[in-house]
């Protein structure tokens, strides 16, 4: 016996057709149009990109920054020798030896961490807790970079990181559900095309995708 329909999914049955295609703009007026819970939704970009998820030369990952943010206030946790300066420029915890002593006892409150270059090998003691977690930092993520302070003010200011599953399929936050049409279709498109650049040099095949709302993360 199948499962009865929820009111919601109905519902929004009646503002578009679920199954056809649309356009970045066309699917953002959409999505502010459809009934909405009791929360600020995120919208997220769900593409499956057709390469070999098994081959280590056709991994997709990689973050773009997004011009009207993420709409996500996000925690930042910096590995770097100069915790000063990481707490001026934003960080929402900065240390090395204490950071790395405080992960390894189970702390995981925050959404990314970043690192300096030197303090990678210290920091690879916690790999193991970061790692399962998508925590650690990467230098293909742009998590790992001598200029602490510009990176933190462009993860604060809406860049996003992108990773491919096991599955050959990968999500990237796009905004929440209050941005404007405008704002969702240009964020939308920038992450589009970042996902288009980070396909494998020469992959003939293509990514199909649908902007859509979802739970936050």
């Known amino acids: 016996m199948s499962k009865k329909p929820s009111k919601r ?14 356009d970045v703009n066309q699917a953002a007026e959409i999505i502010k149009k459809m009934p909405g819970a009791k929360f600020d939704e995120t ?12 081959q280590s030369d056709q991994m997709v990952r990689g973050t773009v920054s997004l011009p009207n ?4 206030k996000i925690k930042v946790l910096a590995f770097t020798e100069n915790a000063a300066e990481a707490l ?25 961490a970043i690192s300096t270059t030197s303090a990678m090998k210290d920091v690879r003691q916690v790999a193991r807790v970061l790692g399962p977690k998508g925590l650690m930092p990467n230098p293909k993520s742009g998590t790992v970079s001598d200029d ?5 003010k462009e993860v604060k200011a809406g860049r996003v990181e992108f990773k491919m599953d096991k599955t050959a399929n990968i999500v990237v936050v796009v905004g929440k559900k209050s941005f404007t049409v405008q ?15 980070a396909q494998p040099a020469g992959f003939a095949g293509g990514a199909s995708s649908s902007p859509s709302p979802s739970a936050p993360r």
Request: hydrophobic share 50%; net charge neutral.
């Open 88 to 112: 001026a420029a934003g960080a929402d915890y900065a240390g090395l030896a204490d950071l790395i002593a405080k992960v390894n006892g189970g702390f995981l409150d925050f959404d990314v």
């Open 183 to 197: 704002q969702l279709s240009e964020n939308a498109a920038v992450a589009l095309a970042a996902l288009v650049k």
């Open 69 to 72: 943010g993420s709409g996500k």
């Open 9 to 22: 999914y109905r519902a929004a049955q009646q503002v578009a057709d679920l199954k056809a295609k649309y």
């Open 43 to 54: 919208v997220e970009i769900s593409a499956f990109l057709g390469v070999d998820p098994k």
């Open 148 to 152: 602490i302070p510009k990176t933190i």
